[in-house]
């Protein structure tokens, strides 16, 4: 049962990383090029087998028992077509030279908190085997009806059943099931399994970006920060959708980056639309993570290079968005309906009186301040020491970096202005819907915000050369 649940990560893994390599420009087996190959890998792999699935459901009637010979294949072919691709050629990209050397007690470091995380999320994952609450009640429990239901498996989103995320996208569930028609059997080894292969997603995704963008000392920081944020362990081994969701934000917006900072490639902006609409496939948020990607590109690529130059992204990024979209969209208003109540439970006298009333902002700015205080449950509090690193290593003031910082960046506040928008906007008690979302939320933004701050940041190496200057 272990061996079939390795090969059902091992069969997404290659899976992801054949498309990652077919799609993305390549510079040569360096360890940063393919742990950035791989850390792509496992969230699209994950994500495109969940699709998969769900069609394979639905044309076969919700057996699903096939599924895996299907995938096994697929992956054969891309393989064989990523190997006969750069059989003929190898194309090279200029990319920021990291620097020769990084302090060996960063290694060190980072190898502790390393090993440190991984046992604290096995000992969390044995207290709580079936993951928190929404873990049991909605992922898994969806994940359930997929592979238990045979012709019926799509009642677990009839609006008969419990539960009020009936039409939040499947793709944890995917993964989920996936893997147990690998197994043949349920187990709780898979959930686990698919949220630590996530946490180890976004972990590669921001050292290799950083490890390419910046150096190495500076994704191994990155890398230490995001290890000891002890939320960040929790929430993994809590089996929740966010931390997927976390890596697709991630993946989407370093993509951006790597095409702004390293090399002018379309392929790039095809992976980017990928991850961001796989974002859109695991939970509504992505939806708005889509809609605020290609309106940040529209400001930042239109006043720094004109608007033809965005213009002439735009068709890539659709290209790779616009499929993982589609089933979105079919999910939702063709087998679900649009059900969520802050959509169709609101009339226009609540919107406006809810966004009139100023006792909700002061109630949201009091939580928010509260959870950015002791965000990542540090214990000391965390954005003073990152401010006070910001402060002491200076700003990056390289040209080339602009255009990344400045997609990353205001990406993260209309997410975060979004997210604002929908307390005010909810119909649920306001206190109770912060106290149970509001961390999982920042959460999602995390692992992109240490990615942004370490691209203005610059490198240790940077400032102790300007000192002595």
């Known amino acids: 049962m272990i061996l079939h649940l390795v090969a059902a990560l091992l069969a997404s893994l290659v899976f992801g990383s054949a498309i990652v390599w077919l799609l993305c420009p390549r510079t040569g087996m360096r360890v940063a090029d393919?742990?950035?190959?791989?850390?792509?890998?496992?969230?699209?792999?994950?994500?495109?087998?969940?699709?998969?699935?769900f069609l394979w459901l639905a044309a076969a009637?919700?057996?699903?028992?096939?599924?895996?010979?299907?995938?096994?294949?697929?992956?054969?072919?891309?393989?064989?077509?990523?190997?006969?691709?750069?059989?003929?050629?190898?194309?090279?990209?200029?990319?920021?030279?990291?620097?020769?050397?990084?302090?060996?007690?960063?290694?060190?470091?980072?190898?502790?908190?390393?090993?440190?995380?991984?046992?604290?999320?096995?000992?969390l994952s044995l207290c709580s085997p079936h993951g928190g609450w929404d873990a049991w009640s909605d992922w898994n429990r969806h994940a359930r009806f997929m592979f238990r239901g045979g012709a019926h498996w799509k009642d677990v989103f009839s609006p008969m059943e419990a539960g009020w995320t009936l039409d939040y996208p499947i793709l944890t569930p995917g993964a989920i099931a996936h893997c147990w028609f690998f197994a043949g059997k349920e187990t709780l080894l898979a959930p686990a399994a698919v949220a630590f292969m996530f946490a180890l997603s976004i972990l590669g995704l921001?050292?290799?970006?950083?490890?390419?963008?910046?150096?190495?000392?500076?994704?191994?920081?990155?890398?230490?920060?995001?290890?000891?944020?002890?939320?960040?362990?929790?929430?993994?081994?809590?089996?929740?959708?966010?931390?997927?969701?976390?890596?697709?934000?991630?993946?989407a917006i370093l993509?951006?980056?790597?095409?702004?900072?390293?090399?002018?490639?379309?392929?790039?902006?095809?992976?980017?639309?990928?991850?961001?609409?796989?974002?859109?496939?695991?939970?509504?948020?992505?939806?708005?993570?889509a809609l605020v990607l290609v309106v940040v590109r529209c400001l930042v690529v239109s006043a720094s290079r004109g608007v033809k130059a965005w213009v002439h992204e735009l068709p890539p990024f659709a290209v790779g968005l616009l499929p993982p979209i589609a089933f979105v969209l079919y999910f939702k208003f063709r087998m679900v309906g649009a059900t969520n109540e802050l959509v169709t439970g609101q009339t226009a006298h609540t919107i406006l009186r809810n966004l009139l009333t100023?006792?909700?902002?002061?109630t949201i700015a009091k939580w928010l301040a509260s959870e950015v205080r002791g965000f990542g449950g540090w214990v000391v509090m965390l954005t003073p020491l990152l401010l006070m690193y910001l402060l002491l290593a200076g700003i990056n003031q390289e040209r080339k970096d602009r255009l990344a910082i400045c997609t990353g960046s205001i990406a993260l506040?209309?997410?975060?202005?979004?997210?604002?928008?929908?307390?005010?906007l909810t119909p649920f008690d306001l206190v109770w819907h912060l106290s149970t979302s509001l961390d999982r939320l920042l959460m999602q933004l995390w692992p992109s915000a240490l990615f942004t701050f370490f691209l203005l940041a610059r490198t240790p190496e940077e400032a102790f050369r300007q000192g002595r200057e």
């Open 255 to 289: 993509l951006l980056c790597l095409h702004d900072a390293v090399g002018n490639h379309p392929g790039w902006l095809v992976m980017a639309g990928v991850m961001a609409g796989l974002a859109a496939w695991t939970k509504n948020e992505g939806l708005q993570f």
């Open 358 to 362: 100023a006792g909700r902002y002061v």
């Open 206 to 251: 921001l050292m290799s970006s950083l490890f390419v963008l910046r150096g190495r000392s500076q994704g191994l920081i990155a890398g230490i920060i995001l290890l000891c944020s002890p939320q960040f362990i929790a929430q993994a081994s809590s089996q929740y959708a966010d931390i997927p969701l976390a890596s697709f934000y991630l993946g």
């Open 34 to 53: 393919v742990l950035l190959v791989l850390s792509l890998g496992i969230g699209s792999g994950l994500g495109i087998s969940s699709i998969l699935l």
């Open 413 to 424: 506040m209309l997410m975060g202005c979004g997210y604002i928008l929908v307390y005010l």
């Open 61 to 123: 009637k919700g057996n699903g028992s096939r599924e895996p010979l299907a995938v096994i294949v697929l992956a054969i072919l891309l393989v064989g077509a990523a190997v006969a691709r750069g059989r003929l050629g190898r194309r090279s990209v200029a990319r920021a030279a990291a620097p020769p050397h990084s302090m060996r007690w960063l290694t060190v470091a980072f190898l502790l908190a390393a090993l440190a995380a991984l046992v604290v999320f096995v000992l």
